[in-house]
């Protein structure tokens, strides 16, 4: 199984600051990677599909890079909103793997 | 607009059963792929099973020879029929849907895009 590793696993951060989350996979990956926001008693939802690509209604300050074993996301300019869980996810091969996700704080 | 309802979860002892479903709606069970993904209390995301359009299952390791995934095209459910189970199996059991796209290069990987809130499986004595 591909391995996915998330850094860091916690992240305090002000509103307003910019903030950049890794994933590392165990071997490459090409694009195939996607990304998740999920907030506390509440399923996870899409941010980012093929490493890079935001689905209609993310907003803009999210953005996605990578390819081959080390991708990123980042928020520009963080909101109250965006205080959650992140989690990285590869479609590359079966079975489907996840990052053990980091939460980013107040 | 797809909508997914989880259902079934509860407390169970080791070793007992239990049957979750998925009350689709706004998506076509019987066509879609879907799958299960788990959340165990405080921690991350791991896939259980998926359904291929065909028919076609698949499980992780964890579960395999235990869990069960079946689809109900008349009522447009998905469930799951988990057996023999464990502690570990504790978790938040997720329904999600499955979008396949095309790439760069002419592969097909996928992302899920609709999930449901979950249902809580318990297993303790």
């Known amino acids: 199984d591909i391995q996915m590793t998330q850094s860091p696993s916690s992240l305090s951060a002000f509103v307003g600051d910019r903030v950049t989350i890794t994933c590392r996979a165990s071997?490459?990956?090409?694009?195939?990677l996607n990304w998740y926001q999920q907030k506390p008693g509440k399923a996870p939802n899409l941010l980012i599909y093929?490493?890079?690509s935001l689905p209609t209604g993310v907003p803009s300050r999210f953005s996605g890079s990578g390819s081959g074993t080390e991708f990123t996301v980042t928020i520009t300019s963080v909101q109250p909103e965006d205080f959650a869980s992140y989690y990285c996810?590869?479609?590359?091969?079966?079975?489907?793997?996840f990052g053990q996700g980091t939460k980013l704080e107040i | 607009e797809v909508q997914l309802v989880e259902s079934g979860g509860g407390l169970i002892h080791p070793g007992g059963s239990l049957r979750l479903s998925c009350a689709a709606s706004?998506?076509?069970?019987?066509?879609?792929?879907m799958s299960w993904v788990r959340q165990a209390p405080g921690k991350g995301l791991e896939w259980v099973s998926v359904?291929?359009?065909?028919?076609?299952?698949s499980y992780a390791d964890s579960v395999k020879g235990r869990f069960t995934i079946s689809r109900d095209d008349s009522q447009n459910t998905l469930s799951l029929e988990l057996s023999s189970l464990r502690a570990e199996d504790t978790a938040v059991y997720f329904c999600?849907?499955?979008?396949?796209?095309?790439?760069?290069?002419?592969?097909?990987?996928?992302?899920?895009?609709?999930w449901g809130r979950g249902t809580l499986v318990t297993v303790s004595s």
């Open positions: 999600a849907t499955m979008r396949y796209y095309e790439d760069h290069n002419g592969h097909h990987p996928f992302y899920y895009d609709f």
């Open positions: 706004g998506f076509d069970v019987s066509t879609g792929y």
């Open positions: 359904i291929y359009g065909g028919g076609g299952t």
């Open positions: 071997q490459s990956i090409d694009t195939h």
């Open positions: 093929d490493s890079s």
């Open positions: 996810q590869q479609s590359h091969t079966s079975p489907p793997t």
